[in-house]
Each structure stands twice: as C-alpha cells, then as structure tokens.
C-alpha cells in the first residue's frame, strides 16, 4: 500500500494553521489587549514581550498558505475567490500591525497615540478577518465544476461574524496569559484579573458555535451525538470544561507558566473539534483533500522541499524562544 501523499499535506498544513494561531494569536492578542490598559510604561512591556519573536510567528502563515497553493490548488482557488475581501482586510491590519509594531517605539512622543492606535486597529481587525474566514469555511462553500459559485458577500452572514467575535476573545486570552507569563508587578496583577473573565467569554464562545454548527449541518451533528462515534469523541468537550476549569485555577493560585500552558491547551482542543467536525473536507461540505489535490509527483516534488525546511523553522523558532526566555521588565527592549 502506498503512501497518502494527500494525507501527509493535510497534516503539515493543519499543523501550520494550528502553530500559526497559538503563536501569532498571542502577539495578536496583546495588540487586542492594549485598550485595557493605558499605561505607556506597561505598554512598552506587552510589546517587548513579543518583540524578538512576532514577525517569525508568522512564518507559519506563509507557510499554510503556500502548502494550500501547491498540494490542494483546488481549495486555494476556491477560498480566495469565496473570501477575498476579508483575506485582503486581513492582511491589511497585519501590514498596520507590523508597521506600528516598529514605528510607535521610533516615533516621536506626539506620534505614539497614532501608533498604538494603528497597533491595536491592525490587531483587531486581522484577528476578526481570521474567524470571518474559518467561520464561513465551516460553514461550506458552494463549487460547481471547479469554480466557486456562491454569493460574493457569504462571509457576511451571522455565524462567520461571531467565529471573528469567538476568535477575538481567542486571542485576547492567549495574549493575556502570555503577559501573566512574561510581565510581573502590576501588568503581571491586571492581566491575572483579566484572565477569568476572559476565559468565562472564551468557554462561552466554545459553547455557542458548538451548538451553532451541528444545528446548521446535520452531518455534523451525527458524527458527533450518534453511537458509537459520541463514545469517541466525548472527551473533547469534557476537556475543554476541565482545561478551562483548571486554567481559571491556575490563575487564583498566581501561577506563572501554567495558565498559558493551559490555554495553548484550550486551543488545541478547539481546534482538534473542528479538525473532528470538517474531516476529510477541505472545502464543506463536499469536496474531500484527495478531491482538491495536485497530481502526486508535484505533491511529492513539494513534500522534499517541506521536509527539509519545516525541522529549519522549528529549530530557530525553539532557540529564539529559549534565547529570549524569562520576564521582561520595564526599560528593557529589543530596538
């Protein structure tokens, strides 16, 4: 029996949109984060905590999308036809993002407002493009031929709308348990106290779209509550009550390092149930990866390229972690 080349691509680019979210979420969340606290002194903190390592993170974004590109063409065309103007917007707020992630430590003090303004606009609007898109991908896209042929506004409906809100909230907690980890003092106080709230909103997310999805897709909804498949996958959403139960504990006993261990975590968990209610779509609701696929040999011309650079990327994302691990105090910076 041969090997699934199919199979192999799906796993490298769900691993790549899964690393992708954990580590640019929480960078991402902190810019969410900035409107709950105006403290110049604790802004330069959250933005240093990130600043050696966020414009890696989003190494793994590229290399999902060109992974999409090359392995399964069909569902690349598909999505950026069905979802290009949030896909445009979302790039949009991570180019401001970037921008004034750089310029608001170089700018003069009467230009740092309209930075962290652009920091935290970029932020926020990335962050709600992202959920836009996964929400309309869940909710299936309609293909005819090869070609997609569903309304230009499909991102517009209410279930893709609350999946940004969802991921918002997402993002916010893992930037925050990020500061728990990485500031101390006061910052390391205010984001402990704005843990719990948000990992209530969080858990409240998780609930709604995962009652929203199985009552839109029937499909869904019996591979989830039908016997024996409930026996199989019950466990996801008992970890999920038991993650977040521990992760609000974690945060009463001051913990540093676990409270974004566990919301990685929670993340995960989020991620494998959706992984559990899409397979083996890649485009809902019909077109499977090997109906989306590139011929093998271009599949196998591409898996030696991934092979080689995919341990690369590890290596340096893992060293400039260590490198840069620890607390971050106030007036220390990488610029």
Same mark, same amino acid.
């Given at each position: 029996m041969g090997i699934d080349l199919s199979i192999i691509w799906f796993v490298i680019i769900v691993f790549s949109t899964l690393m992708y979210i954990l580590m640019d979420g929480f960078d991402l969340?902190?810019?969410?984060?900035?409107?709950?606290?105006?403290?110049? $002194?604790?802004?330069?903190?959250?933005?240093? $905590?990130? &600043?050696?390592?966020w414009d890696g993170n989003e190494t793994w974004l590229v290399l999902g999308?060109?992974?999409?590109?090359?392995?399964f063409p069909l569902a690349y065309a598909v999505i950026a036809d069905a979802l290009a103007i949030p896909l445009t917007i979302m790039l949009i707020g991570l180019i401001f993002r970037g921008v004034a992630f750089e310029f608001r430590f170089k700018a003069i003090p009467e230009h740092r407002a309209f930075w962290d /303004?652009?920091?935290?606009?970029?932020?926020?609007?990335?962050?709600? =493009?992202?959920?836009v898109v996964l929400g309309t991908i869940i909710n299936g896209l309609e293909v005819t031929g090869r070609t997609y042929s569903g309304p230009s506004l499909i991102w517009l409906a209410p279930f893709p709308l609350f999946c940004g809100f969802g991921l918002l909230v997402a993002y916010a907690l893992l930037g925050c348990t990020?500061?728990?980890? /990485?500031?101390?003092?006061d910052l390391h106080k205010r984001m402990c106290e704005l843990a719990v709230p948000?990992?209530?909103?969080?858990? &409240?997310?998780?609930?709604?779209? =995962?009652?929203? $999805?199985?009552?839109?897709? =029937?499909?869904i909804a019996a591979r989830w509550f039908t016997w024996p498949q409930i026996l199989w996958f019950a466990p996801v959403p008992i970890l999920v009550v038991l993650c977040s139960w521990w992760l609000i504990r974690s945060v009463y006993n001051?913990?540093?390092?676990? !409270?974004?261990?566990? $919301?990685?975590?929670l993340m995960f968990l989020g991620f494998t149930g959706?992984? %559990?209610?899409?397979? !083996?779509?890649?485009? !809902?609701?019909?077109?499977?990866?090997?109906?989306? &696929? =590139?011929?093998?040999?271009?599949?196998?011309?591409?898996?030696?390229?991934?092979?080689? %650079?995919?341990?690369?990327?590890l290596v340096y994302t893992s060293w400039s972690y260590y490198v840069f691990r620890g607390k971050v105090k106030p007036g220390e910076n990488y610029h």
């Open positions: 969340g902190i810019g969410i984060l900035f409107p709950f606290n105006k403290d110049e $002194t604790h802004r330069d903190v959250m933005v240093n $905590t990130v &600043a050696p390592v999308g060109a992974a999409l590109y090359g392995a /303004k652009a920091f935290i606009g970029g932020s926020i609007v990335a962050t709600f =493009s992202q959920g990020w500061l728990i980890l /990485k500031s101390e003092g948000l990992t209530y909103v969080m858990l &409240a997310a998780i609930v709604i779209v =995962s009652i929203w $999805t199985p009552l839109m897709h =029937s499909d001051h913990a540093h390092y676990l !409270p974004f261990m566990l $919301t990685l975590l959706l992984g %559990i209610s899409l397979w !083996p779509n890649i485009i !809902p609701p019909a077109i499977s990866i090997w109906q989306a &696929a =590139s011929p093998p040999q271009s599949q196998g011309f591409m898996l030696v390229g991934g092979l080689l %650079i995919i341990p690369v990327i």
